[in-house]
């Protein structure tokens, strides 16, 4: 196109300002948008957005799964967010987001706003976009939740203060911090706003960053996976895996890593949970290698060659090539532990060992069968969970995997000294950035 699009938010940082305005804009645009198109190529500035946040993949220092490598660089941006170092970390240490949460918000809202003066475009496809500014809206907001807020599961966890809900783009308008429910219950509601307008089932690989029918389930799967709503959990991943169930066989030397914009188990091909900088520095730790069995495909498909102390680098993070939201092997596990925890043990196992087959070699994989099809239910959810950390390694889901579950106690030995995160501790959940505190105090209440 040959307009320049623009909006008031273009250029600008949002921060929740004090005083008498929640975000402090100054416009720096050009054009108003009037068409369907022009709407269009303003909506895939926020999903530009989307795709460079990396703030799930860093969360994951705070995990098990990833060791900062001993590079003084890296240490020096990343070593207070793994030892759980928050309330005094040194001045290089690399920032979780908040304002540029706030501009993808403010697009989303604008679009949705404008629904009804938005020309040149039939019906149908204006419906599906401001479906998917309606599913900017909720993953956001689920984002933002889940790093800032208490999990949901937690004990009284519903009624503690979150994060700010931005539903409009009143800029006069002062936001104070909503509740865990209240923010669920909004995205609950975007996700089925979204699903009643997007009509696409599948976009060119090209455009597989947009969301489609299939992505819309597959949000609604995390959020009542995360919620710990199973039934709900289920029903949105079957929904999925109707239409979807292709995974990719790693026996086969020519197939994708899952989490390739390529692969046949791409759904919505968004964020790149891991920058090439994050991905730089991070390791896999030797505890964290040792859940993978021998003969198990992914632990050479998806890491490097392991050095001398035990360490490997990951392969399937910190490129393009690896822009992934959701995912065929994500739906599986949702399903089985999702019927799990119902107690519908035939049901899990048959989800699990689906993914199974494809990621074991064909001489291990029927032991491996035989040991899941003995399972008790507590044994076969946690071995759900282990091949949750296996399969999704790197991705951005180990974190908020041990946030919506267990809480556990970690340990860990870093430079000769102990570092402690207890459990149920508060540091499962991030302090809102000090330049937002900064700009609006009232977030403090």
């Known amino acids: 196109m040959k307009k320049t699009i623009s909006l008031m938010i273009m250029g600008c940082m949002l921060l929740l300002a004090a005083c008498d305005n929640y975000l402090d804009i100054q416009p720096t645009g050009s054009v108003i948008p009037n068409s369907l198109a022009e709407y269009r190529a303003l909506l895939a500035r926020s999903y530009k957005d989307v795709s460079n946040f990396s703030d799930r993949g860093m969360a994951c220092f705070r995990s098990d799964e990833m060791r900062v490598r ?70 956001v907001h689920f984002l933002l939740v889940n790093l800032y807020g208490q999990p949901y599961t937690k004990e009284g966890a519903l009624d503690t203060k979150a994060v700010p809900l931005k539903l409009d783009t009143d800029l006069e308008k002062v936001l104070k911090r909503n509740t865990v429910k209240e923010v669920y219950a909004s995205v609950q509601s975007d996700i089925d706003e979204a699903r009643k307008l997007i009509t696409e089932t599948e976009w060119e690989q090209r455009f597989s960053y947009r969301f489609n029918v299939a992505s819309v389930e597959a949000l609604q799967s995390r959020v009542s996976l995360y919620k710990g709503e199973w039934q709900e959990a289920w029903d949105a991943a079957e929904a999925v895996l109707a239409g979807k169930s292709v995974l990719e066989d790693l026996n086969d030397a020519a197939a994708d890593v899952p989490n390739s ?172 950035p000090k330049e937002a505190l900064e700009a609006n105090p009232g977030l403090l209440n």
């Open 70 to 139: 001993d590079n003084e660089y890296d240490q020096n941006y990343y070593m207070d967010i793994e030892r759980w170092n928050d309330l005094a970390p040194n001045a290089y240490t690399s920032s979780f987001e908040w304002a540029k949460y706030y501009n993808v918000l403010f697009i989303a809202n604008h679009v949705i706003e404008s629904r009804s003066d938005i020309k040149d475009g039939s019906g149908k496809d204006i419906n599906q976009l401001v479906g998917e500014a309606y599913m900017l809206r909720a993953y």
């Open 261 to 432: 914009y390529k692969s046949v188990e791409n759904i919505a091909a968004l964020e790149i949970s891991l920058s090439s900088t994050i991905n730089g520095a991070a390791l896999a730790t030797p505890d964290f290698l040792a859940l993978y069995a021998e003969k198990d495909m992914r632990l050479d498909k998806y890491f490097a060659a392991a050095d001398e102390d035990g360490f490997r680098k990951s392969k399937k993070a910190g490129s393009n090539n690896f822009l992934c939201t959701f995912r065929v092997g994500e739906m599986y596990l949702t399903a089985a532990e999702a019927a799990a925890r119902m107690d519908r043990l035939p049901q899990a196992r048959a989800r699990l060992l689906a993914l199974m087959q494809k990621r074991y070699a064909p001489e291990a994989y029927p032991v491996k069968a035989a040991a899941v099809n003995e399972m008790s239910k507590e044994a076969l959810v946690k071995e759900i969970l282990d091949e949750r950390a296996r399969e999704l390694a790197f991705e951005g889901h180990r974190w908020f995997d041990l946030r919506r579950t267990t809480r556990p106690r970690l340990e860990k030995v870093l430079g000769g000294k102990t570092y402690v995160l207890e459990e149920n501790d508060a540091r499962y959940t991030l302090a809102i």
